[in-house]
């Protein structure tokens, strides 16, 4: 028996389509005005991407978020995958433990997380650059690689890794030969979710930045307080283009994952 559906649901969920992503058009379709000012339009012009990419801060700022993207990342996701695999193996209430440690960076505020870290560094006698701000993302990038991994191994069976001990495989071939292709949609779905979280990453890195290691991020909300202009909405744009299709990658790749697994079950 189908249930009679209410158009307050369609239209509630339209509603809100448009409150999140109306301002996010907004800022790309303002990128190719060729007025400076926002407030009104004089015509189509892609001289903004142009200029955006002929300014030298830009172009530091780009290299040193890439810098942190990418170390941090791979950081991040080595990390990450050997602790969803170790957690697998503990006791359960161990583990309960551990998910829960584990998690805690993802719920905790990020400027919560931004100051703890800048005490750590202070009381370390550490000095704020681009390495304080790699540790800082593989700090919270870690969280985020260890729940799509341990998603992954969750739906995994121990029936092949049983069986290749059992035939005289050492820990490094079972991981290497039998858990590792398994688990490596996930691994890749977890490394890009890392990537874009560093690669947006405003509120821990403000806090964490030494004075010659200035991100994308903290770039623009510099150049905000003195107004927006197109070359922001420009900047802006690339980041949301760069986030979006990383995101697509990550479902692609879990989604990809999934069906070979379905294809494996299969019987012939």
Known sequence: MRTKRSPWLGIHALVMLIFIYVPIAMIILF????????????????DWYTSLFQNEHVMDALKNTLIVAITSTVAATILGTLAAIGVRRVARKLKLATNALLYLPI???DIIMGISLLVLFNLMEIDLSRWTIIIAHITFSISYVYVVVTSRLSTMGKQLEEAAEDLGASPWQTFRFVTLPQILPGVVSGAI?????????????FFVAGPSSTTLPIYIYGQVKRGISPEINALCTLLILVSVALIFLAQYMLGRGKGQKKQRMLPF
């Open 31 to 46: 990128s190719f005005n060729e007025s400076r000012l926002s407030a009104e339009w004089s015509g189509f012009t892609l």
């Open 107 to 109: 719920v905790i505020p």
């Open 193 to 205: 979710i890392a990537f874009t979280m560093s690669l947006d990453d405003f509120m821990v890195s």
